[in-house]
């Protein structure tokens, strides 16, 4: 599975963002799919996971009703959408896949390349 992030850029506090991770491959909807953001001079940080099935969808409390993680097997893409972005929210945010269940640590199969969001104040 071949991970490529966009959609990433500099925006003003306050305003919206949705970040699509498109995967290549014919399995992608038996992978938990999640992002990660990795800030300058920080460790990375898990931002928000989804189910294969896609029932199932987890989040940092950091982020937890302002980002939603979504789906979409039939174009092989998952979305980070993000809300009310702040200041802190800038970092290199990548996503990721494995199979089997969303965890909160890096142990996934693949990864993305990253995109960079940028939050002025």
């Known amino acids: 599975v071949q991970l490529q992030a966009s959609g990433g850029g500099l925006v003003q506090a306050g305003d919206s963002l949705r970040l699509p991770c498109a995967a290549s491959?014919?399995?992608?909807?038996?992978?938990?799919m999640s992002w990660f953001r990795q800030a300058p001079g920080k460790q990375g940080e898990f931002v928000a996971g989804?189910?294969?099935?896609?029932?199932?969808?987890y989040y940092a409390d950091s982020v937890k009703g302002r980002f939603a993680i979504s789906r979409d097997d039939a174009k092989n893409t998952v979305y980070l959408g993000m809300n009310s972005l702040k200041p802190e929210d800038t970092a290199v945010y990548y996503c990721?896949?494995?199979?089997?269940?969303?965890?909160?640590?890096?142990?996934?199969?693949?990864w993305g390349q990253g995109t960079q969001v940028t939050v002025s104040s």
């Open positions: 990721a896949a494995k199979k089997g269940s969303v965890v909160r640590d890096r142990g996934y199969d693949y």
């Open positions: 491959g014919r399995t992608f909807s038996r992978y938990a």
């Open positions: 989804i189910s294969w099935s896609g029932d199932r969808t």
